[in-house]
Nanobody, 127 residues
């Protein structure tokens, strides 16, 4: 059974940093598409960053390029999202997602492409 467990959320001031972790359980970690998504109140869930664990290919939303970095630790079956220079508009519930189906680059941040989701971790950025 696939399980994804996020951690690392919290409250920070604008300009600060947080690192989110997504620990994965119950499946073979290699060759998996892993994504970070976020959802603010009243808004749709949007893709933030994604990685293909089989090759390390990464993809980012324009809104976070240069500020966020997605990475993986294969030994720990864990994916991370390092968030720097945080802004109030980054405030949202952040979700980790996984899927095994092959994806083109343009679909790696599409939430409908992912079948497995964690429970989310809250990130709040104050001005």
């Amino acid at each position: 059974q696939v399980q994804l467990v996020e951690s690392g959320g919290g409250s920070v001031q604008a300009g600060g940093s947080l690192r989110l972790s997504c620990a994965t359980f119950g499946y073979t970690y290699s060759s998996t598409y892993m994504g970070w998504f976020r959802q603010a109140p009243g808004k749709e869930r949007e893709g933030v960053a994604a990685i293909y664990t089989g090759g390390g290919n990464t993809y980012y939303a324009d809104s976070v390029k240069g500020r966020f970095t997605i990475s993986q630790d294969n030994a720990k079956n864990t994916v991370y999202l390092q968030m720097n220079s945080l802004k109030p508009e980054d405030t949202a519930m952040y979700y980790c997602a996984a899927d095994f189906s092959r994806k083109t680059v343009g679909r790696m941040l599409n939430r409908y492409e992912y079948n497995y989701w964690g429970q989310g971790t809250q990130v709040t950025v104050s001005s």
